[in-house]
Nanobody, 123 residues
Framework: VQLQAYGGGLVQAGGSLRLSCVASGSPFSDYAMGWFRQAPGKEREFVASISRVGTKEEYSDSAKGRSTISRDNAKNTVYLQMISLKPDDTAVYYC?????????????????WGQGTQVTVSS
């Protein structure tokens, strides 16, 4: 599966962004999807994940309450809606796909990765 993420940009603290990731090449509903981020000088970290048909979601502690992951299997797209953004949210955001059983929203073990989209939050 190939993944293309977009929707990043420069936003002021307190603002919002919606990231999108479009998949191609394989049946989208075969994969759980995740969002990860990597800030300069830091390791890549989990943000959110969603199960194959969207029945289960998982969030990192920092994302919980400020982010919502969703997917539209008819459009082969997963979204990450982020609100109340903080400068600490500045990072390259990656979408990822993992084959798994239904009802599972894994936090790791992703095999397929998109190219990343930059999110910059100014104070």
């Amino acid at each position: 599966v190939q993944l293309q993420a977009y929707g990043g940009g420069l936003v002021q603290a307190g603002g919002s962004l919606r990231l999108s990731c479009v998949a191609s090449g394989s049946p989208f509903s075969d994969y759980a999807m995740g969002w990860f981020r990597q800030a300069p000088g830091k390791e890549r970290e989990f943000v959110a994940s969603i199960s194959r048909v969207g029945t289960k979601e998982e969030y990192s502690d920092s994302a919980k309450g400020r982010s919502t992951i969703s997917r539209d299997n008819a459009k082969n797209t997963v979204y990450l809606q982020m609100i109340s953004l903080k400068p600490d949210d500045t990072a390259v955001y990656y979408c990822a796909a993992r084959g798994t059983v239904t009802g599972h929203a894994p936090r790791g073990g992703y095999a397929y990765w998109g190219q990343g989209t930059q999110v910059t939050v100014s104070s």
